[in-house]
């Protein structure tokens, strides 16, 4: 069984540009949700979808959008890019009745 | 208030000893989980070990066991007869609620554990 896939691996931009990651999750799991990893920060939680609506949201400016596909295939957008917003950005899939997240190997996005 | 709670910024066991990372939570609600994750150099999040709130037993998988004081609030992670792949950060987190309302995880900062040959 296939994990979860995020591309691009790496990515490097400049401030004011926009990025755009994406993320496939595991066959079968409806559930996606993003994190941020900085080094200050820690893990930071995003958003999460279910079903291609927003179920949860965290604490992050509007520049930080996500959406989900019908296939559960989710983007998460980024706008007006800071220097702050250098990153891991992780993404997890989850089956609805187990719980537990399955992570992929993140999108290490760098802005300067 | 920190939701989850991990005191140990690096740790260093001997090969083919255990070893306990700590990690406390502070939560009202009575359904929720706590999980362990290892991370590491590569960045990919593995997770580790499950324990539900409601479970009476603490959860066990492999050399890894969760030692879960619900009381204390605390949920350490015990690694038995630990190997050199073993050196990894390792993070504690906690989903509130019950498992099919979201997964909004708290993660704590993280122990970064070196195993010494």
Same mark, same amino acid.
């Given at each position: 069984?296939?994990?979860?896939?995020?591309?691009?691996? !790496?990515?490097?931009?400049?401030?004011?540009?926009?990025?755009?990651?994406?993320?496939?999750?595991?066959?079968?799991?409806?559930?996606?949700? &993003?994190? /941020?990893? *900085?080094?200050?920060?820690?893990?930071?939680?995003?958003?999460?979808?279910?079903?291609?609506?927003?179920?949860?949201?965290?604490?992050?400016? @509007?520049?930080?959008? @996500?959406?989900?596909?019908? %296939?559960?295939?989710?983007?998460? %957008? =980024?706008?007006?890019?800071?220097?702050?917003?250098?990153?891991?950005?992780?993404?997890?899939?989850?089956?609805?009745?187990? @719980?537990?997240?399955?992570? @992929?190997?993140?999108?290490?996005?760098? =802005? #300067? | 208030?920190? $939701?989850?709670? /991990?005191?140990?910024?690096?740790?260093?066991? /001997?090969?083919?000893?255990? =070893?306990?990372?700590?990690?406390? !939570?502070? *939560?009202?609600? /009575?359904?929720?989980?706590?999980? &362990?994750? $290892?991370?590491?150099?590569?960045?990919?999040?593995?997770?580790?070990?499950?324990?539900?709130?409601?479970?009476?037993?603490?959860?066990?998988?492999?050399?890894?066991?969760? %030692?879960?004081?619900?009381?204390?609030?605390?949920? %350490?992670? =015990?690694?038995?007869?630990?190997? #050199?792949?073993?050196?990894?950060? !390792?993070?504690?987190?906690?989903?509130?609620?019950? $498992?099919?309302?979201?997964?909004?995880?708290?993660?704590?900062?993280? *122990?970064?554990?070196?195993?010494?040959?």
């Amino acid at each position: 069984k296939a994990g979860v896939t995020q591309t691009p691996r !790496y990515l490097i931009k400049t401030r004011g540009q926009q990025v755009t990651l994406s993320c496939s999750p595991i066959s079968g799991h409806r559930s996606v949700s &993003w994190y /941020q990893q *900085t080094p200050g920060q820690g893990l930071q939680f995003l958003f999460e979808y279910f079903s291609e609506t927003q179920r949860n949201k965290g604490n992050f400016p @509007g520049r930080f959008s @996500g959406r989900q596909f019908s %296939n559960s295939r989710s983007e998460m %957008n =980024v706008s007006t890019l800071e220097l702050g917003d250098s990153a891991l950005y992780l993404c997890a899939s989850s089956a609805r009745y187990t @719980g537990e997240l399955f992570f @992929g190997e993140g999108s290490r996005l760098t =802005v #300067l | 208030a920190q $939701k989850i709670t /991990q005191t140990q910024p690096g740790m260093f066991v /001997q090969e083919k000893e255990a =070893v306990t990372l700590d990690c406390t !939570y502070d *939560t009202s609600d /009575q359904s929720y989980g706590l999980f &362990w994750y $290892k991370q590491p150099s590569s960045g990919e999040m593995i997770f580790l070990i499950y324990q539900g709130s409601y479970d009476e037993q603490n959860a066990t998988e492999g050399r890894y066991s969760l %030692n879960f004081q619900k009381a204390r609030k605390s949920a %350490n992670l =015990v690694i038995s007869a630990s190997q #050199l792949g073993d050196s990894a950060m !390792y993070f504690c987190a906690m989903r509130e609620g019950p $498992k099919n309302t979201g997964n909004q995880f708290y993660f704590g900062t993280g *122990t970064s554990l070196t195993v010494i040959p």
